[in-house]
């Protein structure tokens, strides 16, 4: 008896060894890399990009495919753009714009907000508007403009109802899959815990389905601001210069290289833009455990 206790005992510290050398393997992670090693990692593919971008374009330049009044190169361009940098002019359209994109973006955001909230917690309006929503999301924005213009005129109401309409919709469309894909799990438990209602909606839906959520506003900002591009071209209000009365003023008026310059300054705060949200979706995700820290 006391040999077969001893082999039991042998036995029973051989199986902990192993269990925590797997244990181990399970925990450790790849050594964090500085915060200069992640920037470089994310820097270089878009600077390559942009060179890339930068030689087609010059080849295309060079080809004589059009005449340089009407395709100039990226010398030409960015001279201008260094120009319309410089002009204060200039500075006080791009505020217009973004005064526009935000104050559109905010309202899309709240509506947007309510109305998923409303049609994933409640079931009859879900199988009233929950396709309305997505049929909403695909309309090209520029449908939406004659009846902006008939019911606003050639006005901000006009831009600003069509900026909406672009973005509320996939707010909406991102809140509702962010709460479609919560654990049922997480819901009883948080019911176990005393959560009812608003605070239950407080505390666990909206934290759990934040990563969607995010997804949306990020996609709602990119139909916003093509909205608005769109909108401004369209409609120009008088002594309320924008970056879009710019870029049409340069098309009528055939100065390439200015709407060229315009076209890459739209092109950037698209990109800051998407920058701002990616780094809250990665923050968030990281947070969520959706990816490993180091990353």
């Known amino acids: 008896m006391a040999v077969d206790a001893s082999t039991s005992t042998v036995e029973a510290s051989s199986l902990d060894r192993e269990m925590a050398g797997l244990d181990a393997l399970e925990l450790s992670t790849a050594p964090a890399r500085s915060r200069l090693v992640r920037a470089g990692s994310a ?10 971008g930068l030689l087609v374009w010059q080849i295309v330049v060079w080809s004589q495919w059009r ?10 361009v960015f001279s201008e753009l260094g120009s319309q940098l410089s002009q204060a002019s200039f500075w006080h359209a791009v505020g217009i714009t973004l005064q526009r994109a935000a104050i559109g973006y905010a309202v899309a955001v709240l509506i947007g907000s309510l109305v998923g909230a409303a049609v994933a917690r409640i079931r009859p309006l ?21 009846l902006a213009i008939l019911l606003f005129k050639l006005g901000e109401g006009a831009i600003l109802f069509v900026v909406v309409l672009g973005a509320a919709p996939s707010v909406a469309n991102g809140l509702i899959s962010g709460i479609d894909h919560i ?22 839906i909206l934290p759990a389905a934040m990563p969607a959520f995010v997804g949306g506003l990020k996609q709602g900002w990119a139909f916003a601001w093509r909205s608005l591009m769109a909108g401004e071209l369209l409609v120009i ?10 870029l049409e ?36 995700r990281r947070r969520w455990g959706l990816i490993e820290s180091g990353d």
Do not use: H
């Open 43 to 52: 820097l270089w593919p878009k600077l390559a990009a942009i060179g890339v």
């Open 67 to 76: 005449p340089d009044y009407v395709l100039p190169g990226p010398a030409p």
């Open 126 to 146: 879900r199988r009233a508007i929950g396709s309305l929503i997505t049929g909403l999301q695909t309309m090209p924005s520029i449908v939406w403009f004659p």
């Open 183 to 204: 654990p049922p799990l997480m819901l009883r438990s948080g019911r176990v815990l005393g959560a009812r209602g608003i605070r239950l909606f407080r505390f666990v």
């Open 237 to 246: 209000v008088a002594n309320r210069p924008s970056i879009g009365a710019r």
């Open 249 to 284: 003023f340069a098309r009528e008026f055939s100065q390439a290289d200015t709407l060229l310059a315009l076209m890459i300054v739209v092109l950037l705060i698209g990109i800051l833009a998407d920058s701002v949200f990616s780094f809250a979706d990665r923050s968030i």
